[in-house]
């Protein structure tokens, strides 16, 4: 599984601003999460699929053709820390191997 966070710019729609376009988004079964966001990006988006490729093809052939979409930027999760409130891979394990006699 492949996580990315993909960064949206839209043309927001009268009467709707933001919204309607979110909503459309989030339909998506690859969409884990839409966000509204300050800074230079309107929308953050959490996507997972099965490789790059299929993101790829969901960027390029679902969220780039919605009408109000202006422009997209992708990012990959390459290493999970903390997820959730839940710090993962904290396990030490014992590189010193067993030893026996």
Do not use: W
């Amino acid at each position: 599984m492949v996580t990315a966070i993909i960064k949206i710019k839209v043309a927001p729609k009268a009467k709707y601003g933001y919204r309607s376009i979110a909503h459309m988004i989030a339909e998506f079964k690859e969409v884990e999460s839409v966000y509204l966001m300050s800074g230079d990006y309107d929308l953050s988006v959490i996507v997972n699929c099965g490789d790059l490729k299929e993101i790829g093809s969901f960027v390029a052939e679902r969220l780039s053709t919605i009408d109000g979409v202006l422009s997209t930027a992708s990012s990959f999760i390459l290493e999970r820390y903390k997820e959730q409130g839940k710090l993962l891979g904290t396990e030490e394990s014992d590189e010193r191997g067993l030893f026996t006699i």
